[in-house]
């Protein structure tokens, strides 16, 4: 038998030995009865050298071409069966269903937030922001609250003394600082502060909103927690008017929850404006609580003082301003009953929203 003949049979059962090897171990071992240094094909190899001179082209060719073809199935083989290893054991069931992930969702107070910005933002406003470590100009000199007014003490207000910063007894237990001294930090108690910081770096007209977190030295129970929400308002632009306000804030109540909102407005106090108002809200649900009507924001024409304080011209802008507490809105919307539900972060409440 030739040498070419003998070639040809043999790479064909090689082939197949590699080709099916069941697993790694037997691939390998097929690998060694062919292609390792005692192999078969390897002492076919060794016959190349003795053979005459005018078959040895076409025989090392071959044999050449052969090896190739045997090398190239063991990778093949060697590819299959790694990842036939990497398998899981048992049989998978395509058949089976999804795993479905648990999605998370808004807290309630984030939902509202959302849904007044929106409404909000259909007529014009955007949302505007500024810290929560504040100082005592933006929050209250600057809105023309006087220095002995209640709202600075320090029952109300939560001071920062940054001097002792790295000490928590230090916040838990500040000095308010003396007037006149470097200015005195303080935790905002309402995002009131942030009207004067757009009115300082901006020129009129202004339409924004501010929602954003408040803190007040209040013992937490049912309707109080220290920390709490709230969304400002400032509009400024020639020749506003009250009227332009209560039709402002019953377009977003009656948004937010449904046409029966009546809206009402009540004479108030606040330094920064003048005259001021307190607005009281009522529909089907207030009626459900066997009440009237709900306090629900203050709000007011901007005082002409507060907007000499920032650089406006008096004479030349008119504005309104409001500002309500997100937590009330909240719970009448939800019917929720404790304040102190929204940040115990119990699953079980905050799955029913
Ligand atoms: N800052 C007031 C509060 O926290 C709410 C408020 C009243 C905001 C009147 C205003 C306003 O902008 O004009 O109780």
């Not at 037997?26 to 053979?51: E, S, Y």
């Not at 109300?156 to 005195?184: M, R």
């Not at 406006?312 to 909240?330: C, H, K, L, N, Q």
């Amino acid at each position: 038998m030739s040498f070419l003949d003998e070639l040809e049979p043999l790479k064909q059962s090689a082939l197949a030995d590699l080709q099916t090897a069941p697993d790694l171990a037997a691939l390998d071992h097929a690998k060694g009865q062919w292609l390792g240094a005692q192999g078969r094909f390897t002492a076919l190899m060794k016959q190349l050298g003795a053979l005459p001179k005018e078959e040895k082209p076409l025989a090392g060719k071959a044999l050449n071409a052969a090896k190739i073809d045997l090398e190239a199935a063991l990778a093949a083989r060697r590819v299959d069966l790694e990842l036939k290893a990497a398998l899981p054991k048992e049989p998978t069931d395509f058949t089976l269903p999804g795993r479905r992930r648990v999605l998370g969702k808004l807290h309630p107070l984030t939902q509202v937030t959302e849904d007044i910005v929106r409404s909000f933002r259909k007529i014009g406003f955007v949302v505007a922001d500024g810290p929560e470590i504040e100082d005592e100009y933006h929050c209250f000199d600057a809105l023309n609250t006087p220095a002995d007014h209640p709202a600075r003490d320090m029952q109300d207000t939560f001071y920062v003394n940054l001097g002792q910063a790295s000490s928590l007894s230090s916040i838990s237990k500040p000095e308010k600082p003396e007037a006149g001294a470097t200015p005195a930090l303080l935790l905002r108690t309402h995002t009131s502060s942030v009207q004067i910081r757009v009115m300082a770096k901006q020129q009129p007209p202004v339409r924004i909103i501010v929602p954003g977190r408040v803190y007040r030295r209040d013992n937490a129970d049912a309707t109080h927690n220290p920390t709490f929400h709230q969304i400002e308002g400032l509009y400024v632009d020639k020749g506003v008017t009250v009227g332009d306000l209560k039709g402002t804030v019953e377009f977003v109540f009656r948004e937010l929850m449904g046409s029966d909102v009546k809206i009402r407005f009540r004479p108030h106090y606040f330094s920064y404006t003048e005259p001021s108002y307190e607005i009281d809200f009522t529909n089907a649900l207030v009626k459900k609580m066997g009440k009237d009507w709900l306090e629900i924001a203050g709000c007011g024409m901007v005082n002409p003082t507060v907007f000499e304080t920032v650089g406006y011209d008096p004479e030349v802008w008119t504005g309104w301003a409001f500002g309500f507490g997100i937590e009330r809105i909240a719970m009448l919307r939800y019917g929720i009953n404790d304040i102190r539900l929204f940040y115990e972060n119990d699953l079980r409440f905050l799955r029913q929203f």
